[in-house]
């Protein structure tokens, strides 16, 4: 069962403008969220995250969205740049003792043209 | 702080055959993870392990897999009796404290022929 859902594949944006890349999640008792940027032949590399208990979260160019009622987040990268061009996931955890087991989407591909 | 190594980068092995592949994590880390991510898809969790106790399974992890982490720093994840299913990248990633991302290595990726 897919908890974690990406629905776009790939995503093409002209550089400057501002990318948004979606997520939605079906398990309520997610309370942690992260996005990881992945260029080609290297692991994941963790961008920014959110705590349930935030609606937002700011981090330079990057700025993740919670809704919960709506079990969406959403990542928006302005202004976007040819570097950013890279595979996107977003993940989300809930917290059982003092474990974090990370369900993750099956990734956007952004591709900022130049 | 070198980050989260693997090796090998990359295994081509024959159907049947046994395969290991280590992950060396930030030395400071005692929470190590195992991750498989096939095309298309992204990283689905195996195994965790908090110093050299390991704590969690996932279904995925048939009889065919073990891990280890004998003195809670390096980790080896051995495949038995590979299969073609099994080809994918796998990915080992670190982490200090609950509750924060993980800093995950480059993966090693198996192919199964």
């Known amino acids: 069962d897919q908890q974690v859902k990406q629905n776009s594949p790939s995503l093409s944006v002209q550089e400057g403008r501002i990318s948004i890349l979606n997520c939605d999640y079906t398990?309520?008792?997610?309370?942690?969220f992260l996005w990881y940027k992945k260029y080609p032949a290297e692991g994941p590399t963790f961008l920014i995250s959110?705590?349930?208990?935030?609606d937002k979260n700011e981090d330079g160019r990057f700025t993740v969205f919670l809704n919960k009622s709506a079990k969406h987040l959403s990542l928006h990268i302005v202004p976007s740049q040819p570097g950013d061009s890279a595979v996107y996931f977003c993940?989300?955890?809930?917290?059982?003792?003092?474990?974090?087991?990370?369900?993750f989407g099956s990734g956007t591909k952004l591709n900022v043209k130049p | 702080d070198t980050g989260v190594s693997q090796d090998p980068r990359h295994k081509i092995t024959k159907r049947g055959q046994n395969v290991t592949f280590r992950c060396d994590p930030i030395?400071?880390?005692?929470?190590l993870y195992w991750y498989r991510q096939t095309l298309g898809q992204g990283p689905e969790f195996l195994t965790y392990?908090?110093?050299?106790?390991?704590?969690?399974k996932s279904r995925l992890l048939s009889d065919r897999f073990s891990a280890e982490r004998p003195k809670g720093s390096f980790s080896t994840l051995e495949i038995q009796r590979t299969e073609q299913g099994d080809s994918a990248m796998y990915l080992c990633?670190?982490?200090?404290?609950?509750?924060?991302?993980?800093?995950f290595g480059s993966g090693t990726r198996l192919t199964v022929v």
């Open positions: 959110i705590s349930s208990i935030k």
């Open positions: 990633a670190s982490s200090l404290a609950a509750g924060r991302g993980y800093t």
């Open positions: 030395s400071e880390h005692n929470r």
């Open positions: 392990f908090q110093n050299e106790a390991q704590l969690e």
């Open positions: 398990n309520s008792m997610f309370d942690y």
């Open positions: 993940a989300a955890s809930a917290t059982l003792n003092n474990f974090n087991k990370f369900y």
